[in-house]
């Protein structure tokens, strides 16, 4: 069977679609669905499914690329790395949300850096767009919310991230504690929201979980980067829905105030994830077990 072809079909496989997987591989699309349908005459079964967007594996078409892929990734990794580079530096191509990424998982890898690990970043906030990055071979190695689907890509739960609500300490000073505990949906959508989407992804998983209702209020700043919703909570621009690890030294010094303290904190779990297989390549292996040593003690 021909390598060229079974790299072209892993490839279709992960982008879901023939175009993508035509632009990462530098192929015309007839290129690469003319790959396919030889690839389909040898084995005498369809591979994928065409649908309206995109395709979609068959059964048959699942199963070659869990057997080959990983096989596939090893022997890039040679091509591209020799067999003689112990010694040389590696890069690893890192995709994650924005702020998670920055406070915990690069300092995480910092060891590594010194023992010649090279780093590439991609800040991806949405964990749908991140995991189509790592099957698409974006990415060497992902950090979302979300656990993927299907087995061509292995998640391993990070850490859980505590969701606090606060404010600063002007607003907080206008609630009354008993207030907030018997009427704190109605009292706090009094006041001005500060959120990462129009949508109001953080304040509304808070309300389902603690008051099992959805927020009424609208935004009244929406910035796409948590810290800036931090910065622009604590200055007073209204209340926001934050992880601990990152607004926890200003709930310590006074800049933020938790309006809230649950019986049951709302909680969001990272995953680590990998293509499947690829955990066979030591630098990614490296990294996949220093996020997962470091991520005991977040």
Request: proline letters at 7%; aromatic letters at 4%.
């Amino acid at each position: 069977m021909d390598l060229a072809l079974l790299r072209t079909f892993v490839t279709v496989h992960r982008a879901g679609s023939f175009t993508r997987a035509a632009a990462l591989l530098g192929l015309s699309q007839p290129a690469v669905t003319s790959q396919i349908r030889t690839l389909e005459r040898q084995l005498g079964r369809p591979l994928f499914l065409r649908q309206a967007r995109g395709v979609k594996p068959t059964t048959i078409g699942d199963e070659l690329a869990h057997r080959a892929a990983p096989h596939l990734d090893a022997l890039v990794e040679i091509a591209e790395t020799g067999l003689d580079d112990e010694s040389g530096v590696r890069t690893l191509h890192i995709g994650g949300p924005p702020e998670f990424t920055s406070v915990r998982v690069l300092p995480a890898l910092t060891r590594l850096v010194s023992q010649g690990l090279a780093v590439r970043t991609s800040l991806v906030s949405a964990a749908e767009e991140v995991l189509d990055g790592l099957a698409a071979g974006h990415h060497d190695l992902a950090i979302a919310t979300a656990r993927p689907r299907g087995g061509l890509l292995t998640a391993t739960p990070l850490c859980d991230e505590e969701h606090v609500l606060v404010a600063s300490p002007r607003w907080a000073a206008r609630l009354a504690p008993g207030v907030l505990r018997r009427k704190g949906a109605v009292v706090l959508e009094q006041l001005p929201v500060v959120e990462v989407h129009e949508s109001l992804p953080f304040v509304a998983r808070y309300w389902a979980a603690v008051f099992e209702s959805k927020p009424a209020a609208a935004a009244t700043v929406i910035a796409p980067d948590l810290r800036a919703v931090q910065e622009s909570a604590a200055s007073g621009a209204g209340l926001a829905v934050l992880p601990r690890y990152l607004c926890e030294d200003d709930l310590a010094d006074g800049r933020l105030v938790a309006l809230l303290d649950p019986p049951v904190p709302p909680l969001r779990t990272y995953f680590v994830v990998v293509r499947t297989g690829t955990l066979a390549l030591p630098h990614i292996a490296r990294a996949h077990d220093s996020l997962l040593r470091a991520a005991t003690d977040w």
